[in-house]
Nanobody
């Protein structure tokens, strides 16, 4: 079992920054790929970014490239999502998820197959 807890969400003005954290406990964290997804009211869940177990590979949704950075610290069992130049359309609940699947599968950018999910953290960007 893996338990994931997100933190760092909040209210920020457009153009501002936030850093989300995803703290993991349970199964060996360093063996897991971690993804961030988000869901806005009335919209489907959307892939944001992912990182493999060693941090040697990362993947971003096109609309996040250049603005968001995913990283991890396996000594702290934590994955981070640094979000810069935030826009009102970034408003959503952000979830982190963990998977044992290989990187080729993670690159499909879908939530199915991520076996572990956090409870989410709200990010609100005001205009």
């Amino acid at each position: 079992q893996v338990q994931l807890v997100e933190s760092g969400g909040g209210l920020v003005q457009a153009g501002g920054s936030l850093r989300l954290s995803c703290a993991a406990s349970g199964r060996t964290f360093s063996s897991l790929a971690i993804g961030w997804f988000r869901q806005a009211p009335g919209k489907e869940r959307e892939f944001v970014a992912a990182i493999n177990w060693s941090a040697s590979s990362t993947d971003y949704a096109d609309s996040m490239k250049g603005r968001f950075t995913i990283s991890r610290d396996n000594t702290k069992n934590t994955v981070y999502l640094q979000m810069n130049s935030l826009k009102p359309e970034d408003t959503a609940v952000y979830f982190c998820a963990a998977t044992v699947s290989g990187w080729s599968w993670v690159r499909r950018r879908i939530g199915m197959g991520y076996g572990y999910w956090g409870q989410g953290t709200q990010v609100t960007v005001s205009s």
